[in-house]
């Protein structure tokens, strides 16, 4: 008997987890990232870009501060952690316009 239900919680799991997966996409800009562009997902950990009415986007220390968001993001917020980098992150830029949009869940 314990067989069947270790197989069903194990499969609940998984799909749960799956169900997570997803929405994932929350990420924190790296201490080192390889350049200021905000969808380069090498510039988070994990390397994902934050963009969807799920995701929170968290900033830390970092060696890069400004921050250029060339692209339409979507985001549930923003967290700044304590002790983080002060941060200017601009929108559009010289080569492309862009938005960021905060806080609008989805319906």
């Known amino acids: 008997m314990k067989a069947p239900i270790l197989s069903c919680t194990i499969i609940l799991t998984l799909a749960l987890a799956g169900l997570n997966a997803v929405y994932a996409g929350?990420?924190?800009?790296?201490?080192?990232?390889?350049?200021?562009?905000?969808?380069?997902?090498?510039n988070w950990t994990p390397a994902t870009v934050p963009n969807s009415a799920h995701d929170t986007a968290?900033?830390?220390?970092?060696s890069v501060t400004d921050v250029f968001v060339q692209a339409n993001d979507i985001l549930k917020g923003m967290k700044f952690d304590p002790?983080?980098?002060?941060f200017t992150i601009s929108i559009g830029g010289s080569v492309a316009a862009g938005s960021l949009t905060l806080g609008k869940g989805e319906s």
Not at 28 to 37: H, L, Q, R
């Open 83 to 86: 002790g983080a980098s002060p």
């Open 26 to 42: 929350s990420a924190t800009w790296t201490t080192n990232p390889v350049n200021n562009d905000w969808n380069t997902a090498a």
């Open 58 to 62: 968290t900033f830390d220390v970092s």
